[in-house]
């Protein structure tokens, strides 16, 4: 899932994405909430009206935007209070109001406010922390029932640090409570890849086998297919928007920093084995042009390219997975990275 | 002619800007001189191999920006020094090597350099002004005939400020030279608009009829229509893409500043007769929002609207000229200025 923070993927028109069959967006609750505000946007048809975005959305909570990026945040067992980091002013979530929140915006799959963890945390807090989301997900569930209109499904979210015996039960309790969907939150936060590659690991044979798995914030293309292999189905990332407006670019060899001199003459699209709209068509020195230039247009053709990347290496997945040939792509995965290191 | 200051529109990729049927861009040679350098379009294939754009390509000299936004600029008879407004490299612009730049960069018609005067001027300031701009127009056309590739183009400017007398005697020697297109320079330069029309229907019976005349550097969609009826032919102008990124909107009641409080919850286009992608789609409301929060989208969809807006007003003045009544679109847009006034 593409990230669209302010209801827009940045730089992308409706249109661009639908052409590289982007199948579903992640738009960020807290954002909406403060700017333009849940009711400018459900008055506008929710969402999908709002950006004229026909396909799916997924929301988050708000919660750990709430601990990235707000001030003077006060977490309480009822819920989060916490000032704007636009402009200070206060607000409060609760697991209520999250939900009230989501159903305004109407995104398609929306998530329970959970108790973000900073990492490391010990497992005394990590415990508290786990317990506190899992009775928050109890209390989303119960509003969700309550207010969501049919077509909108609440996912869980396992939480517990690196502590396999909280993962399994906040597993064993988000289970308890039902959802369609199980996210894996508190990852990516900090600790290395193999403890979260661990992690995973421990969580699985928790999860039932018939529900969609989502890991959050993740990741690089070579998590992705390493989480796949731990029995991830979705990610979300603002990976590869973000380094495209920073001239980081994806290839299958590893990456290119579009603003080294070694490309100012070069005539190679980005990477020669992408099909994408951008690789047929223009230079690497083009796009470092545009990136020096401090150009609109190199944050949109880089980010183009980053998201086919991205969307093409989800779809080799799926294409190993089906010829029953995942294996080679994790083996061959493993290798580029023996590699490069 | 929409502006592609760096060998961009801003924002507007090449497949947006033939969806909306840009015939032809201006790109500006002050800015590919200092960045990334003759040189290296030429490598590239030149401007339209540079940016992929297989339509028509105008440059300018490079004399206007010299003279708007170059530091320690020093005019001799010779040409022009001047350090760029970039990191202060030392530059120098002949009428020859202005030419060699042009064929460089490869654009279907090229401009001489010119020698720009500020506004107001006295008689004598503009009669020198003129009288060298005239003979570097004779050096230029001579260094293009040995130089360029058949297929480019060389337009003359005719220029003498705001004084009828030096406007004729710059156009008759633009004529004697002969140039397949004329331009009239030194306007739009902080002059009142009547003294703008003044000098064009001053100049107007001066020049060819069977040759196309560019006014440079204009203008708001009333100019373009007023312009029109005084003998112009082809405008290039930043005003929709730059306005457009300052969130100002043009539509067929005047405009509308997107950033306005009474936007937000507007659920209605910018413009309600207006057909193009962004209007057919997105509310006020939208378009406000990502103008508030700063978003790149915000940009790009504002320019594809008022560049169609441009565009679609330059086909209604083509359309009322075929079907011989122009005179009533004029008598149109002087009533609604008048109400507006």
């Given at each position: 899932?593409?990230?669209?923070?302010?209801?827009?993927?940045?730089?992308?028109?409706?249109?661009?994405?639908?052409?590289?069959?982007?199948?579903?967006?992640?738009?960020?609750?807290?954002?909406?909430?403060?700017?333009?505000?849940?009711?400018?946007?459900?008055k506008?048809g929710?969402?999908?009206?709002?950006?004229?975005?026909?396909?799916?959305i997924?929301?988050?909570?708000?919660?750990?935007?709430?601990?990235?990026?707000?001030?003077?945040?006060?977490?309480?067992?009822?819920?989060?209070?916490?000032?704007?980091?636009?402009?200070?002013?206060?607000?409060?979530?609760?697991?209520?109001?999250?939900?009230?929140?989501?159903?305004?915006?109407?995104?398609?799959?929306?998530?329970?406010?959970?108790?973000?963890?900073?990492?490391?945390?010990?497992?005394?807090?990590?415990?508290?922390?786990?317990?506190?989301?899992?009775?928050?997900?109890?209390?989303?569930?119960?509003?969700?029932?309550?207010?969501?209109?049919?077509?909108?499904?609440?996912?869980?979210?396992?939480?517990?640090?690196?502590?396999?015996?909280?993962?399994?039960?906040?597993?064993?309790?988000?289970?308890?409570?039902?959802?369609?969907?199980?996210a894996?939150?508190?990852?990516?936060?900090?600790?290395?890849?193999a403890?979260?590659?661990?992690?995973?690991?421990?969580?699985?044979?928790?999860?039932?086998?018939?529900?969609?798995?989502?890991?959050?914030?993740?990741?690089?293309?070579?998590?992705?297919?390493?989480?796949?292999?731990?029995?991830?189905?979705?990610?979300?990332?603002?990976?590869?928007?973000?380094?495209?407006r920073?001239g980081?670019?994806?290839?299958?060899?590893?990456?290119?920093?579009?603003?080294?001199?070694?490309?100012?003459?070069?005539?190679?699209?980005?990477?020669?084995?992408?099909?994408?709209?951008?690789?047929?068509?223009?230079?690497?020195?083009?796009?470092?042009?545009?990136?020096?230039?401090?150009?609109?247009?190199?944050?949109?053709?880089?980010t183009?390219?980053?998201?086919?990347?991205?969307?093409?290496?989800?779809?080799?997945?799926?294409?190993?997975?089906?010829?029953?040939?995942?294996?080679?792509?994790?083996?061959?995965?493993?290798?580029?990275?023996?590699?490069?290191?």
């Open positions: 899932m593409p990230v669209g923070t302010q209801a827009t993927v940045k730089g992308m028109t409706t249109e661009q994405l639908q052409s590289l069959s982007v199948e579903i967006l992640l738009c960020n609750s807290y954002h909406m909430l403060l700017r333009p505000g849940p009711d400018i946007v459900a506008l929710g969402l999908h009206g709002f950006m004229k975005w026909e396909r799916p997924l929301t988050d909570s708000g919660g750990y935007q709430v601990f990235s990026l707000s001030k003077f945040r006060k977490v309480s067992e009822d819920g989060v209070t916490f000032q704007s980091h636009l402009d200070g002013t206060s607000y409060a979530l609760t697991p209520e109001s999250s939900m009230d929140l989501q159903v305004a915006l109407g995104a398609d799959i929306i998530m329970p406010l959970d108790d973000c963890l900073a990492y490391p945390a010990t497992p005394e807090m990590a415990a508290v922390s786990m317990r506190r989301s899992m009775d928050w997900a109890g209390r989303c569930s119960i509003r969700f029932r309550e207010r969501a209109p049919s077509g909108q499904e609440l996912f869980g979210i396992v939480q517990g640090s690196v502590y396999s015996d909280l993962r399994q039960e906040s597993a064993e309790r988000l289970i308890e409570i039902g959802f369609p969907g199980y894996v939150g508190g990852l990516a936060v900090g600790e290395p890849n403890v979260m590659y661990e992690v995973l690991e421990q969580v699985e044979p928790h999860l039932p086998d018939d529900k969609p798995r989502y890991l959050m914030g993740v990741g690089t293309p070579e998590d992705l297919v390493e989480c796949v292999a731990r029995g991830v189905d979705m990610f979300d990332c603002v990976m590869p928007t973000r380094h495209a920073n980081w670019l994806f290839t299958r060899d590893g990456h290119i920093v579009i603003k080294h001199a070694e490309y100012k003459e070069d005539e190679r699209p980005i990477d020669e084995t992408c099909r994408c709209p951008v690789c047929t068509k223009h230079s690497r020195a083009y796009l470092r042009h545009l990136f020096m230039a401090g150009e609109i247009l190199s944050s949109v053709l880089n183009i390219h980053n998201l086919y990347f991205y969307l093409d290496t989800m779809n080799r997945i799926r294409q190993f997975i089906e010829f029953r040939r995942f294996d080679e792509l994790l083996a061959k995965v493993r290798n580029k990275q023996l590699r490069r290191t």
